[in-house]
């Protein structure tokens, strides 16, 4: 198979090795030379940046399978812009592509409750407009993920919260997901054709933040973080992700809790 990942970053350059190693063809887009040049030579690159130039190298267009976007919108930039770059991006495919979206649970708005795929919304979010856009004009050749909050790899909050005092929100719930499991999340949506869904992907398990940031804190041997002190503790926040977890017959097998491999 074919597949092409727009946004060799973070999530997509680790998830373009996973999928060479599972026997598929990838391209991939990247925005400098210097990062096409730490790239796996396997994976073919190309130079694509589309907040300056939304035509795309032939090379990922043709005969592509699967589009994978993984590029998340910028800062200071206009609520539609952001679906307006991506529906230039995806119009450029065959109609025979199918194309995989990860989105963000940002989408869901930050009052206390639980939320599945069927709960409202903020329309007026710039990864929200993105999603009606692409499902309008993909239908059932798009798969959205919505991902919880990004760790693993040398990536994780802790470490910028590290040393902090008054930290807000102490009993906010955390809504997490490993690097691994979204991979492994991808990789069985591909090979079961789960395309024309939307889903949550977020750990199963939602420790308020004190507890956990304070749990960090003590295994790593990181500095003394500190919260807010608040009288009236915050109802949870949870995002579930029941549906992915049923539709893949799967389990989330990273813990939220070191080593973050």
Known sequence: MKISIIGLRWLGLP??????????????TTTSFYKKEKIDTRIKVTLFDFTENQ?????????????????PPFIKMPNDSY????????????????????????????????YNEDSKTIEDSPVMIAENKLKKHLNKKLTILRLGGLYGINRHPIYHLQGKDNINNPYGTINFIHIADIIEV??????????????NVVHHA???R???????????????????EETAKTKPRIIDSSKILNELNLEFRRSLYPPFQ
């Not at 060479?20 to 991939?28: A, C, L, P």
């Not at 025979?96 to 979206?101: A, D, E, G, P, S």
């Not at 989105?103 to 409750?113: A, L």
């Not at 804190?217 to 500190?226: A, F």
Request: charged residues 15%; aromatic residues 12%; hydrophobic residues 35%.
């Open 15 to 28: 998830l373009a090795k996973s999928l060479q190693n599972s026997g598929n063809s990838i391209f991939g």
């Open 55 to 71: 035509t795309l190298d032939q090379e990922i267009i043709i005969n592509c399978d699967l589009a994978i976007i993984t590029v």
């Open 83 to 114: 679906g307006n770059y991506l529906l230039e991006v995806v119009e450029q495919f065959s109609s025979k592509t199918k194309f995989i979206f990860t989105s963000s649970t940002s989408v869901y708005p930050k009052e206390s409750g639980f």
């Open 186 to 199: 991808i990789q069985l949506t591909i090979r079961q054709k789960v395309y024309g869904n939307t889903f």
């Open 206 to 208: 939602h420790p308020t």
């Open 210 to 228: 004190v507890e956990y940031y304070h749990e960090l804190v003590k295994q790593l041997n990181l500095k003394s973080i500190s919260f807010k």
